[in-house]
Structures are given as C-alpha cells and as structure tokens.
Nanobody
Framework: QVQLVESGGGLVQAGGSLRLSCTASGRIFSIKAMGWYRQAPGKQRELVATVISGGSTNYAGSVKGRFNVSRDNAKNTVYLQMTSLKPEDTAVYYC??????????????WGQGTQVTVSS
C-alpha cells in the first residue's frame, strides 16, 4: 500500500503565503501524477493544481498566477506554494497521487487533508 503524509496547512492573513507538502511512501513502482484538490464547507472537492511525471502542470483558473505546484521525484513529494492568499482559498486541501503498478495499472490515493484558513 501507499501512504501520503501532508503538512504545511494553517492560518494566514489575506495576502500571505503558505507552502503545502505531500510525501508518498510504500509500494510505489512509479508515480504518474501528483497534485492538490480542495474542499470548502458546503462545496464539492475541486482541482487546485496537478503535475504529471513529465513535468506538465495544470491549474484551476482561480489560482493561476498565485499558486505554484512542483514535485521532487527523488523524494516522491509534491509541493504547493500558495501566495497572495484570499479568504476564498479557505478549504481543506487534499493531496492526490496516481501510482502506477509494475503492470501499469493506475491506483489513486488521497491524503488525509490539511486545513488552510485565510482571514480577511
């Protein structure tokens, strides 16, 4: 099995910055994609940013230019650098990892979530 450990959430004032990290460990043949989703109270979980094995990234329109997603393949870790935070960024942020097995079967894993709260 694969375990995901997230860190870096917290409380920050509007305009501030935070960096989230998520490290995958366990039975990993290779990682196809890593990224972040978020879920605010009363809302559906939504994509924030992802990065695939080749390095291509994808961002939600609401965070483009403010957030940066990156990964350290040697450490099986994905980061989310968040700047110019807004109150509407308040949510639980979840790490999402797509792992490839030795037979190229894709398995999806979610982290436990980390709270990000932005005060106005």
């Amino acid at each position: 099995q694969v375990q995901l450990v997230e860190s870096g959430g917290g409380l920050v004032q509007a305009g501030g910055s935070l960096r989230l990290s998520c490290t995958a460990s366990g039975r990993i043949f290779s990682i196809k994609a890593m990224g972040w989703y978020r879920q605010a109270p009363g809302k559906q979980r939504e994509l924030v940013a992802t990065v695939i094995s080749g390095g291509s990234t994808n961002y939600a329109g609401s965070v483009k230019g403010r957030f940066n997603v990156s990964r350290d393949n040697a450490k099986n870790t994905v980061y989310l650098q968040m700047t110019s935070l807004k109150p509407e960024d308040t949510a639980v942020y979840y790490c999402r990892v797509v792992v490839l097995t030795a037979t190229q079967f894709e398995v999806l894993y979610w982290g436990q979530g980390t709270q990000v709260t932005v005060s106005s």
